[in-house]
């Protein structure tokens, strides 16, 4: 079964940091590109990061220079290290990543999948 698992949400004060860690698991052949998704209540799921096979980073405005997206392709394993958190960054932090899975002898397919969540909480 492939899946995508994260951890690191919680609680904290507002200038605080909290890291995020998402791994993959599963007949994965290779990892394409990796991100993390963002929704707060009552609002659409936006991009916050994402990071390319070849290290690549992109950001949504509100979150560049405080957070930073890496990857580590060996763990398959992608990180969101959060700084200077403000309480407009609480929302539901996701993962998304694109997969090349091994579906059989020399047989591949691509499917993108998401993580099931994590709550990160800002507090003034």
């Known amino acids: 079964q492939v899946q995508l698992v994260e951890s690191g949400g919680g609680l904290v004060q507002a200038g605080g940091s909290l890291r995020l860690s998402c791994v993959a698991s599963g007949n994965i052949a290779k990892i394409n590109n990796m991100g993390w998704y963002r929704q707060a209540p009552g609002k659409q799921r936006e991009l916050v990061a994402a990071?390319?096979?070849?290290?690549?980073?992109n950001y949504v405005d509100s979150v560049k220079g405080r957070f930073t997206i890496s990857r580590d392709n060996t763990k398959k394993t992608v990180y969101l290290q959060m700084n200077s958190l403000k309480p407009e960054d609480t929302a539901n932090y996701y993962c998304?990543?694109?997969?090349?899975?091994?579906?059989?002898?020399?047989?591949?397919?691509?499917?993108?999948?998401w993580g099931q969540g994590t709550l990160v909480t800002v507090s003034s």
């Open positions: 998304n990543a694109d997969l090349l899975l091994v579906v059989g002898d020399g047989h591949y397919r691509y499917l993108e999948v």
């Open positions: 990071v390319t096979v070849g290290g690549s980073t």
